[in-house]
């Protein structure tokens, strides 16, 4: 009986060591993505009108499990509203207020990611989830525009904004390391004053004082279709070396049935 049992582990030992041959391990070492879209700013000025701008911007993801991600985000976000816009507009107060905003941020935003499905890079299996982001943002001017001065005549600038993102959107993994994604993303804001306008301020224009409305700090939205590619490093055995094959110049070739062959030159060797 125990000399069964060593057999018994022996044979457990060579068929372990066997299979640990085939052996891979993967280590995703983050994901790198581009992305595109629509902005739009919906506020104070021009309410008729969504106006809509593109977007766009870079992100470096690093997912901590099979549902949870950590994502650190760099966009370029151009938003602006005009109250002469649209031309048939019946508003006339706005029309007769006559602001207009138009500045380029750059957001700076860290989210996390949650996925809905088990999310699995190269699996075919877990290639598709749809997920929810929120996190924390900084939207700071690059470029300014704006035609309303405060009370001492002086024009406006754009402050810098803390942002709150809420993100929802789907990611599918197309071929090997590369996903394609899709998302809306909606940005509550702690300023009033994006667009110049906040809820204090009043501009006059034509002898008439406009007072600016009470509706609470600035929000936007956003829509974007993204490419990414995971960083992948894969640890396991080297892939077996192939034979080379046998030509005209080869010294000799060696085969089951026969012996060494001299190759063309062989001939004219001197013995």
Do not use: W
Not at 40 to 46: K, R
Not at 112 to 134: A, D, M, V
Not at 221 to 231: E, H, M, Q, R, T
């Amino acid at each position: 009986m125990p000399k069964q049992f060593i057999y018994l582990f022996i044979f457990f030992l060579c068929t372990k060591n066997v299979h640990a041959q085939h052996l891979q391990l993967i280590e995703n070492r983050g994901e790198l993505g581009v992305f595109a879209g629509q902005a739009s700013y919906n506020g104070d000025l021009a309410p008729d009108l969504q106006f809509r701008s593109t977007n766009f911007g870079v992100f470096y993801k690093r997912q901590l499990n099979d549902y949870v991600s950590l994502r650190l985000n760099y966009e370029i976000l151009p938003l602006g509203a005009f109250d002469l816009l649209p031309d048939d507009s019946t508003n006339s107060h706005m029309r007769g207020r006559n602001l207009y905003f138009k500045t380029t941020y750059q957001d700076i935003s860290l989210m996390t990611e949650l996925y809905f499905l088990k999310f699995i890079n190269g699996n075919k299996k877990y290639r598709f989830s749809p997920y929810l982001g929120f996190g924390v943002g900084y939207l700071s001017p690059l470029k300014d525009t704006s035609n309303y001065k405060n009370l001492a005549g002086e024009y406006t600038q754009a402050p810098n904004i803390i942002t709150m993102p809420l993100n929802i959107g789907f990611k599918y993994n197309a071929v090997g390391s590369f996903n394609l994604f899709g998302e809306l993303t909606y940005r509550f804001t702690n300023s009033d004053e994006l667009d110049h306008f906040g809820d204090k301020d009043s501009h006059l224009n034509g002898g008439i004082n406009y007072q600016a409305s009470s509706s609470g700090n600035d929000q936007f939205f956003s829509a974007k279709l993204g490419l990414s590619y995971n960083l992948m490093k894969i640890y396991g055995p080297d892939p077996r070396p192939k034979p080379k094959r046998d030509n005209l110049f080869s010294k000799t070739s060696k085969s089951s049935n026969q012996g060494p062959k001299k190759s063309l030159f062989g001939f004219f060797k001197r013995k």
